[in-house]
């Protein structure tokens, strides 16, 4: 089955940038998503379509893609930013969803 | 305000049913595919399911299919999740979630989640 590859964990400290990368072969041919989600809370849509940035959403949060990868940027990391952040595309029909497996966003 | 509101998650036996519900206000609820993810404890996102806005049309993961239903009742504002057959791994809280555009699309809003636990 499909899948879309996330490293676990990343680590920065407060200003610096964050970069989480999302890996899939059907990348080039489909939309990425990225969600925070903070314990105990719903996730949170922070980016859609790729690079497009929901309302109320900080502009420190950007989204960019490249062949099979997109990439979720949070330049000037800030400590309520620590949370899981999970990509999401199509999956190989085309009309279900595929999350990847999340990625522990730890500012240090 | 957009709001979702999940409910009817609770304890389950192995082999059993359950039906949750998502009482949806804030928005134009018939103009909006629909869907459930879920989360097993400590785990990832897992999609369960999307339907059209008229019901016409439902897409299921693999792993539920034969054994979840998706509805939804328009003029109640209303999405319901059938569960039969449920099994251990179907253990977790679900979202009900409005789907931005049309499949395979993202998801814009969230509700706060219902537990669902299958045990014995």
């Known amino acids: 089955s499909y899948e879309l590859t996330q490293p676990p964990s990343v680590s920065v400290s407060p200003g610096q940038t964050a970069r989480i990368t999302c890996s899939g072969d059907?990348?080039?041919?489909?939309?990425a998503y990225w969600y925070q989600q903070k314990p105990g809370q719903a996730p949170v849509l922070v980016i859609y379509?790729?690079?497009e940035r929901p309302s109320g959403i900080p502009e420190r949060f950007s989204g960019s893609s490249s062949g099979t990868t997109v990439t979720l940027t949070i330049s000037g990391v800030q400590a309520e930013d620590e949370a899981d952040y999970y990509c999401q595309s199509a999956d190989s029909s085309g009309l279900g969803v595929v999350f990847g497996g999340g990625t522990k966003l730890t500012v240090l | 305000e957009v709001q979702l509101v999940e409910s009817g998650g609770g304890l389950v036996q192995p082999g059993g049913s359950l039906r949750l519900s998502c009482a949806a206000s804030?928005?134009?609820?018939?103009?909006?595919?629909m869907s459930w993810v879920r989360q097993a404890p400590g785990k990832g996102l897992e999609w369960v399911a999307n339907i059209k806005q008229d019901g016409s049309e439902k897409y299921y993961v693999d792993s539920v299919k034969g054994r979840f239903t998706i509805s939804r009742d328009n003029a109640k504002n209303s999405l319901y999740l059938q569960m039969n057959s449920l099994r251990a791994e179907d253990t977790a809280v679900y979202y009900c979630?409005?789907?931005?555009?049309?499949?395979?699309?993202?998801?814009?809003?969230w509700g706060q989640g219902t537990l669902v636990t299958v045990s014995s």
């Open positions: 804030g928005f134009t609820f018939s103009s909006y595919w």
């Open positions: 059907a990348l080039p041919k489909q939309y």
């Open positions: 379509k790729d690079s």
């Open positions: 979630a409005t789907l931005l555009g049309v499949p395979p699309g993202g998801f814009d809003y």
